[in-house]
């Protein structure tokens, strides 16, 4: 690929029952551009992760996606609450997440610990009333 | 464990076929009920047992590109979840067993994962 390739979205904060289309979207988009599906599944994850995250917890957010010969850039960016105590959001099990979420089977404390786990570098940006951007990349050389 | 077609556990262990296609082989088996569990530990191909019935469910499987979703106690998917397992193409199977017999019979039949 000579130029990147980008994707955007925005994510719908008010709807929690439909969300992860993003992530749906670009894991059709990764498989078109014929990237391998080992870094597809890794992406996909991270991304719904994180997408679903901006749904429950934000209020909603934009998704970025970028696409380039060596790597696949996510970016999330929300204007959220963010997150007071990042090294315990990142903890397995931690999680604020409210019983009506929990009954959809959100709320484990395994989200942004799955987003870490399957991508190669990730950075969280978040100030408290302001919101939270987070970025990772996935490796595909 | 060997591949097995999904037609042959639908047959086996009297399985409903609520939506999507049986023609096509699993490779292993994942039981849960929280999403970002099963969206790290469900891999593609497999089987993936839940009592989870709401839509988000359709979309985890779609992304792990799982063979089916099995709902165990008959549980019943939401008519949002249904319409987006056919949309999305997601075989979804039902049965009244719990999930632990699910598993054990499942695990007679010759699948380990
Ligand atoms: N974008 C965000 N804005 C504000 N807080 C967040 C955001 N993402 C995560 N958090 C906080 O970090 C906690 C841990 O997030 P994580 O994704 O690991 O778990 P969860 O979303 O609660 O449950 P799961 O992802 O397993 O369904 C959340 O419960 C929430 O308090
Ligand atoms: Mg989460």
């Not at chain 1, 019983?99 to 610990?113: K, N, Y």
């Not at chain 2, 929280?34 to 019935?53: K, P, Q, Y």
Request: aromatic share 6%; hydrophobic share 45%.
């Amino acid at each position: 690929m000579a130029e990147n390739i980008v994707f955007h979205f925005d994510v719908d904060g008010e709807d929690f029952s439909s969300a992860g289309g993003a992530s749906v979207t670009v894991k059709k988009k990764l498989r078109q551009l014929g990237i391998a599906p080992e870094y597809i599944r890794r992406v996909s994850i991270a991304m719904y992760e994180g997408e679903i995250n901006m749904v429950i917890h934000a209020n909603g957010g934009s998704a970025d996606v970028i696409v380039s010969d060596d790597e696949i850039k996510i970016v999330l960016t929300d204007t959220g609450p963010g997150i007071p105590d990042v090294s315990l959001a990142m903890q397995e099990g931690y999680s604020t997440a409210r019983d009506s979420i929990r009954s959809l089977g959100f709320g484990a404390g395994m989200g942004l610990p799955n987003m870490k786990k399957y991508t190669d570098t990730m950075e969280i940006d978040t100030e408290l009333g302001r919101g939270t951007t987070i970025t990772m990349t996935v490796k595909i050389a | 464990m060997h591949k097995m077609k999904l037609s042959e556990i639908v047959d086996s262990l009297s399985l409903s076929v609520v939506t999507g296609g049986i023609d096509r082989d699993f490779e292993g088996v994942y039981a849960g009920d929280f999403l970002s569990r099963a969206m790290s530990r469900v891999e593609a191909d497999d089987l993936w047992i839940t009592i989870m019935n709401n839509v988000n469910v359709i979309a985890v499987a779609s992304l792990t590109d799982a063979a089916a979703i099995l709902l165990a106690e008959n549980v019943s998917l939401m008519p949002d979840a249904l319409a987006a397992a056919r949309e999305k193409d997601v075989t979804v199977l039902s049965s009244g067993l719990s999930v632990y017999e699910l598993c054990v019979a499942l695990g007679r039949y010759g699948t380990v994962s």
